[in-house]
């Protein structure tokens, strides 16, 4: 556990949004109310923290619209690992106990 | 709609120019998908536009995120200061060609109709540019007393102090390339007040800043640009792990650190000698 990064209030409800499946950015925006401006930022450092993985939309072949595809975003191992430590109260005290004893 | 959508995906273009070439592509597809279906799921223009200026933040942070390699023609000093002059001469030939079309037109029949339109007669104009070119020239040189010093760890100060001084002069002589730069910037909107006040000095501005910028990003000693920018730190963390830029020099004189936000009462930027 002592290579998960810390993370800001913000990145962890953006994280808790995307296991919650929001998995594209306006729907996280809408998700957590935040402004794109906040939320993209917050999805490119979580990336290259390798807690959560970006993909392109798959479209069917058949399909002749101009929609252009979308980039979708999923939780990597080590994201839901953050997340489960993060939502563990015994884990949590144990972190606030040890930073009060500090 | 569609015109909306035409003018976010222009806007999303122009600011894609910011990025570093690399992440370009990409940025722009993320965007420009997100904002059709935006667009075409029913929300209102306001929110769409919302969402589209959100994308300046996330380019200001990806440019922090990821320091921009500099460009060949500015890599070396003598490449840096040709450029400059490249930029210069014909800045200069023009400059020349309207100073004397203006006074043409100033004993032409015409000067009543040009002084009753323009606010600045055309003398005037010179001589406030005369007395803004030089306080410009004495802000340059403000700015080059308060040249940005790194902490150097090195015993050989004799060195260090030869190529610092190469590097004022080297400092000093971008400076007046850009004072001659603003000067003809003047001269060519002469006719034109507003742009002549607030564009031309606005572009001063960021020339000096450029400056700045490009000497704290400069090897010390061979006076080279600077590459392979590495960040370090967390902006949240300021005090005990400093957000700042490593760079290297190319030819192996030694490391650079630059601090992102600087704290008063500390020198910019820390020198680590290699060789």
Redesign the interface.
Known sequence: MDDLPALSPASVLVLTSISQGQIYGYSIMQGTAMPSGTVYPILSRLEKAELIISRWQERPPEEKDQRPPRKYYSLTVKGEAFLATENDPLATSVQVGAESAS | MRATLVFQRGFLWGTACALPAFARAEWL??W???V???Q??GVGWKESW?????????IL??RR?HPQEPSYLIHSPAGCLLTMALVNAPLALLGLFSSSLYRNLWFNPLRDAIRGRTVIPVFNAWHQQLYIAALCFLIAIVVAAASPRPRVFSECRLCWNMSFNRAVLFYLTKLLLATSLFEYGLTLTALLPPLQIYGSVLAYVCMLRWAIRDQQQRCPVCLRRLTSPVQFGHP?CSLLDRDLQEYVCGDGHGVMHIPVAPLSGESPQAWLPLI
């Not at chain 2, 919302?50 to 996330?58: C, E, K, W």
């Open positions: 597809a993320t420009s998908a997100e059709w279906h935006i075409n799921g919302r969402f589209t200026l959100g994308s300046v933040a996330d942070a990806s995120d949240s």
